[in-house]
Structures are given as structure tokens and as C-alpha cells.
């Protein structure tokens, strides 16, 4: 998907969630699989749990932020099961 969106990966292996925003959600999560980012190499592998399509790149970043911000594993998995 080549779009604006904020996505929420999970990694058994750790237990833990992971929050990032690209263009390229594919490409990108072949990219956390493959360990190329510092922060979940080692976690693979890594499934998505939630996608958030934004209008801009500048609002992915935001959402992001945002979510992170809260530093809460319950909000994280509200979002996921809100969204159904």
C-alpha cells in the first residue's frame, strides 16, 4: 500500500508492540521482517495488528506521535480491538 498511515506491528517473539508511520506499509513492514531498523531487529517475525490511512504524511506523523505520547500498551490494544 503506497499511501499515508500510521500502522501497529506485533512481535511475539518479544510481546511487545511496535508504532511507526511510512508511504510504503509493505516495503516498510519487509523492512522490520528483514531487521533492517534498529529498534525491532530481532522481533521478527512482526505482523500487523492495526493500519491508519491518513490525507498526508505530515498527518501520519502526528497520529504517531500521538499514539506513542500515551506510552500505554492498553491504549495500543483498545485501538486494535476498537477497530474491530
Known amino acids: 500500500m503506497k499511501a499515508p498511515c500510521v500502522y501497529i ?3 511475539s517473539v518479544w510481546d511487545q508492540y511496535y508504532v511507526g508511520s511510512t508511504v510504503d506499509f509493505e516495503n516498510r513492514l519487509k523492512e522490520h521482517n528483514a531487521g533492517s531498523n534498529k529498534s525491532t531487529n530481532g522481533g ?15 498527518q501520519a506523523r502526528k497520529e504517531e506521535f500521538r ?18
Open 9 to 11: 506491528i506485533y512481535s
Open 44 to 58: 521478527s517475525p512482526w505482523e500487523l495488528k492495526h493500519l491508519i490511512l491518513c490525507e498526508s504524511v505530515k
Open 67 to 84: 499514539i506513542k505520547k500515551k506510552k500505554s500498551r492498553k491504549y495500543i490494544e483498545w485501538l486494535i480491538d476498537s477497530a474491530g
